[in-house]
């Protein structure tokens, strides 16, 4: 299947402060990327996705960016809060009409108070 | 509500017996998937089904199996556990022209 990397692997903050996770992927035919928030004993959640025919999307204090010519995407959060600590997986179809989508390794994210 | 289930949450069983995880969507999705999960780390797709009779293997090979007789319901099978089957499952399932996924609870399944 298409190959998403993603880092970092543990990303510890302050609350308040901003984070950034990034993924890379190969396949130019992707054209959905979304991002999914796993908390400690619950289920994938989608928080935001994005798609190719937009560069940034924003919800509140969480934005989505999309570089498809360096085939890379990128989920920012601001001001930072303990209930944002939680175990953030991207992910990625194979384009056109292939609805699985392929997960990163996830990003272990920690909100200091 | 319309929701995805999975049961049972959780199943410790010993090794050799035959097991089945439930999964039912009241979303009237075409689309179902299985992910197995180890705790915090990534998910792999071990079987998806576009339809009624259509199943297919996913991208990380797995002793289980499926079915998919009923729109609503995708049942994972594994006909003899052994302890390297001890993770999470997830079920998942998503409507066409959206490729949004959304998962179930999870089964927590440990083989002693």
């Known amino acids: 299947g298409e190959n998403v990397e993603q880092h970092p692997s543990t990303l510890s903050v302050q609350e308040g402060d901003s984070a950034v996770i990034k993924c890379t992927y190969s396949?130019?035919?992707?054209?959905?990327f979304p991002w999914y928030k796993q908390e400690l004993g619950k289920r994938p959640q989608l928080i935001i996705d994005?798609?190719?025919?937009?560069g940034e999307k924003k919800d509140q204090r969480i934005a989505v960016t999309l570089n498809k010519t360096a085939k890379h995407f990128s989920l920012h959060i601001t001001e930072t809060q303990p209930e944002d600590s939680a175990v953030y997986f991207c992910a990625l179809n194979s384009g056109g009409s292939n609805y699985k989508l392929t997960f990163g390794k996830g990003t272990l994210l920690t909100v200091n108070p | 509500e319309a929701d995805i289930y999975q049961t049972p949450r959780y199943l410790v069983i010993g090794t050799g017996k035959k097991i089945t995880l439930e999964c039912s969507q009241t979303?009237?999705?075409?689309?179902m998937y299985w992910y197995q999960q180890d705790p915090g780390m990534e998910l792999h797709l071990i079987h998806y089904s576009y339809g009624v009779n259509s199943t297919e293997k996913g991208d990380l090979s797995s002793e289980s199996t499926v079915s998919r007789i009923r729109t609503e319901h995708f049942p994972l099978t594994l006909e003899s556990a052994r302890p390297s089957h001890t993770s999470q499952y997830l079920c998942?399932?998503?409507?066409?022209?959206?490729?949004?996924?959304?998962f179930g609870p999870g089964t927590r399944l440990t083989v002693t």
């Open positions: 979303m009237g999705h075409d689309k």
């Open positions: 998942a399932s998503s409507e066409p022209p959206a490729y949004e996924q959304y």
């Open positions: 396949d130019s035919a992707s054209n959905y």
């Open positions: 994005i798609r190719s025919n937009v």
